[in-house]
């Protein structure tokens, strides 16, 4: 029998999570003691800390992937729009989704929107919130607005558990966050300094596995895998160093992932998950909970499509430093079909890549796109064509 390294167990371990659209490691969670509950929320970003608070656990569903075979949910929407609403209606009305109390779901675009409103007629019995998002950076204004979202969530599952959330609690909940989001950073700054140590498309399984697991178990889990990787030697390549964009909602499969890193790329870094970075430094847990989130998100929190920027001056400010923190000598752009955010988006993007001398090529994908061969192809090609005709 072959007995796994560290890091393959690690890794097999996360694929396993990964591959379980049943949820069972949240059954066993909630059956370890009586009265737990959990709460599943769709990309890109809620306040988790609310939900770990409560006591409950929070989940990322982020779709079927190319796993599951969409039949139900075919028939609650239109075939012009992204795949992740059709997979996570297919999710739930086939039962896999049993293990959640309710479901939130964040201010993405309308066709998450309206899944919200879909969720609230299937599923009656269960409790389901959109959550929205100031549109205004002035604290006064936007910041009071995001502060009384977040009441009503707080207040909600406070009903949901029987007693209401205290500061105390959510201030103990953003110190778990706080060492999550300092670990996934660990991990993204080593990837960017030996991608060949930390290839993506294992960084990435070690993002889903935050998705189900408590964030405590989730941060031991990337710090062994930061300690376990870094004693194990592997090749190093004069691959591509490039950031992807565009990823931020529905996923690309793994397949998708591991396609770019054999055509000769180095993914240095992303915007998978942004639910694990979206929030960009520490919080502070000495004040009042609700506005130091309300702070972090208006003012240092990640840039998306999907995030309402005040000016034009400010598109592609994020990416540029992306790529020149993270030492980039490409983007790739790589979005789902019909994702209105990113597509709209992409343009503006490449603009400024474009007046920055910064390389980039694009495609689009859906979470079950089977045809590798062809991103392969273009992906490699990019590679190729940064290493024989780019300025250095």
Known sequence: MLTLTPVQEIVERCQQLFEDLDFHAVQEWKAAAPGRKAIGYLPVYV????????????????????????????????????????????????????????MLFPSICDVIRNLSGMWQILFKDKYVRYIDVPQNYVDSIGGNFYIQEMQ?????????????????????????YNDNRDAVRELYAYRAIKPWQAPTSEVYLLLRAGMVLPPEEHTT??????????????????????????????????????????????????????????????????????????KAFLHRSASTAAKYETTREEKGVFLLKQVKTRGAEGVIFAAPSFCDPALLERPMLQDVLAAHKVPYTAFKYAENTGQMAPIREQAGTFADSIKLWSVK
């Open 47 to 102: 306040p988790r800390e609310l939900i770990h608070a409560a006591g409950m656990l929070p989940v990322g569903i982020l779709g079927g992937g190319d796993s599951l075979e969409v039949i139900q949910g075919d028939a609650y929407y239109q075939s012009y729009i992204c795949r992740i609403p059709r997979s996570t209606i297919e999710l739930g009305l086939t039962g896999r989704l049993n293990c959640l109390d309710g």
């Open 221 to 294: 889990l990337i710090r062994e895998y930061l300690a376990a990787t870094d004693a194990t030697a592997r090749p190093k390549r004069d691959n591509a160093r490039v950031v992807i964009n565009g990823s931020f909602c529905e996923q690309p499969p793994l397949a998708l992932i591991k396609s770019i890193e054999m055509s000769g790329c180095y993914v240095v870094d992303d915007d998978f998950m942004l639910v694990t970075r979206w929030l960009l430094d520490e919080v502070p847990t000495d004040g009042d909970p609700l506005q130091e989130l309300s």
């Open 152 to 176: 009503t969530l707080r207040e909600d599952l406070g009903k949901l558990r029987g007693t209401p959330i205290t500061d105390e609690e959510i201030n103990a909940s953003i110190r778990v």
